[in-house]
T-cell receptor, first 114, second 109 residues
Framework: DSGVTQTPKHLITATGQRVTLRCSPR?????VYWYQQSLDQGLQFLIQ???????AKGNILERFSAQQFPDLHSELNLSSLELGDSALYFC?????????????FGPGTRLTVL | DAKTTQPTSMDCAEGRAANLPCNHS???????VYWYRQIHSQGPQYIIH???NNETNEMASLIITEDRKSSTLILPHATLRDTAVYYC??????????FGTGTRLTVIP
């Protein structure tokens, strides 16, 4: 158990819909990262937040957005969903902003878009 | 983005040492070498990292060549639970981790 929690574990929805994935970081960790893992793309970094502020962006689509709240939990919002958005979405947390610190990954949310 | 090269897959007999190689010939002086693994579809798990000295922890050892252009992750006594995809990553701490495709290690009974 990494100490990072993600909800829900599974999500099934239809194309065009909007969903919100939630992540609670390990106690004391200030950085939250979101990753997408699909069969054909591997594990892709999406976005990083540190203490409530966006710090880095990766391959995140404009239809996707995220935020980190004052209690440090984070949400990833996916809108206008397409079939290709079906994937595992992982959240990770680390102590500081630097990736020198190890990242602790949650169990993931499996999103299926029908 | 790919800064590392790893074999696609490897097998290892249970109880034997698993040696996973990684080439990172373009590594720069301030970049660390990290290893993570992902068991089935679980979240990746940190294993170890190092800069230039060899490192050991309760999970594994990391051997980095003197020129830092390659490294080897050693699992001293592989078990069936070590079957996973192992990712070798280089990072300068400022940029986010690029996982690549990793090495699929299969531990055989």
């Amino acid at each position: 158990d990494s100490g990072v929690t993600q909800t829900p574990k599974h999500l099934i929805t239809a194309t065009g819909q909007r969903v919100t994935l939630r992540c609670s970081p390990r106690s004391g960790d200030l950085s939250v990262y979101w990753y997408q893992q699909s069969l054909d793309q591997g594990l892709q970094f999406l976005i990083q937040y540190y203490n409530g502020e966006e710090r880095a962006k990766g391959n995140i689509l404009e239809r996707f957005s995220a935020q980190q709240f004052p209690d440090l939990h984070s949400e990833l919002n996916l809108s206008s969903l397409e079939l290709g958005d079906s994937a595992l979405y992982f959240c990770a947390s680390s102590l500081t902003i630097s990736t020198y610190n190890e990242q602790f990954f949650g169990p993931g949310t499996r999103l299926t878009v029908l | 983005d790919a800064k590392t090269t790893q074999p696609t897959s490897m097998d290892c007999a249970e109880g034997r040492a698993a040696n996973l190689p990684c080439n990172h010939s373009t590594i720069s002086g301030n970049e660390y070498v990290y290893w993570y693994r992902q068991i089935h579809s679980q979240g990746p798990q940190y294993i170890i990292h190092g800069l230039k000295n060899n490192e050991t922890n309760e999970m594994a050892s990391l051997i980095i060549t003197e020129d830092r252009k390659s490294s080897t992750l050693i699992l001293p006594h592989a078990t069936l639970r070590d079957t996973a995809v192992y990712y070798c990553i280089v990072s300068d701490g400022a940029n986010n981790l690029f996982f690549g495709t990793g090495t699929r290690l299969t531990v055989i009974p």
